[in-house]
């Protein structure tokens, strides 16, 4: 018996590859589904079924086209309605591949479809709980993404969730290794820690909502508090996990045209595409094509784009450093942005090579600020929480999370430096409201860390929480 955890940093997010005996299960599958086939073929043998342990939300699965290119079958949980072939096993179903079991467990509370998996070996021993998003390592999942669907409050839902853990996953053996869909980063939970997977018996002694003695209303109390708002791709992705999508290969084909700077000039102001600007931070800042959102491959590219990008239809164009152009497409199609129409070949040198048009964003280092600026030009674009941890003595915080809807306040003729953690997000931020007007933006390089190390600012470390009232 073989068990392999396939782990997608850029997405926290585990995938798994079980064989037996000649035969493979598949576990919550990426979109691309090569690296499935080229493993089982490899093994010298065929994927029965695909395991989905609820629709998700945070990442397009590849299930149908896993399915379409081997013939195994889908299997949901109890009371999933997928719009396609798929088994919707009943709460204790067993499924045989090669000489092992794989049990489904039927455990609601992150959504009612949530389904766990027991896999008892070839001595019929229960050895592996693929736990989806019901237990993470050090954390549950949220239970506030299904409210709609489920006609539920997410109070209902967490109290739903923890009859789950109580009566389906607790009373299992100490000594199963639990193998969850996420891991740290993932928008999914708000505790998770940075291993990917562990023992059962650890996470009961150590998971704050796995606690004996908890009760119902403290666990719902604390599952739910802290909650910040799911990004706004979320119900888009489960829309297209539940009702199909296309083919990979289709997505792949479409957005792997190179573009002359000529052409890509042309089908832009034809289309009205977005330009996408992969390239890291201060690459970007350098020279771009003007109008480009900067959203680097190198940090957590995939989410970023699903938070920021309103429309999951919206037609972009690439600009990427030259070879990395099929990773961006198929990191886009990750999170159903599946309708990248080409990119600018041979990247921005090429479009500066033609003499066409560029822009750039000026960039200062920290200690070049504190002789002018006063916190009122300061910008503070991390996390409310990053924010409220510590931050610049009168600063103002815009969360780029809320970027959409937060930037009205800020005036297109008053000079702002804009700073994040550490350049990532700042830069995001800039790019997107420079596309809208707003060109007296100036980027603090190396962020709030930078900040703390001139020791220049006067800092708040600490918010009472009754302020937050």
Known sequence: MTIEQIYTGCLAQGAYYIE?????????PLREVDAYLQ???HDKAKIKYVFETHFHADFVSGHIDLAQK???AIVYGPTARPGFDAVVATDGQKFSVGNITIEALHTPGHTMESTCYLLTDENGKATALFSGDTLFIGDVGRPDLAQK???MTQEELAATLFDSLRN?????ADDITVYPAHGAGSACGKNMSKETTDTLGHQKATNYALRANMTRDEFVKEVTTGLMPPPAYFPLNVAMNRDGYESIDVVLARGSHALTPDAFEAVATATGALILDTRDPQIFAAGFVPNSINIGINGNFAPWVGALIPDIR???LLVAEPGTEQEAVTRLSRVGYDHCIGYLDNGFAAWAQAGKETDHITSVAATDITATAEANTIIDVRKKNEYLSEHIQGVENYPLDDINNGFAALSKDTPYYVHCAGGYRSMIFISILRARGYNNLIDIKGGFKAIKDTNRFQLTDYVCPTTLL
Not at 20 to 28: L, Q, R, V
Not at 168 to 172: A, C, E, F, V, W
């Open 20 to 28: 037996s005996n000649g035969e493979a299960a598949i576990i919550d």
């Open 39 to 41: 493993r089982a073929t």
């Open 70 to 72: 081997t013939g195994a």
């Open 149 to 151: 669907a489920a006609h």
């Open 168 to 172: 389906k996953i607790m009373p299992l």
């Open 314 to 316: 919206q037609e972009i």
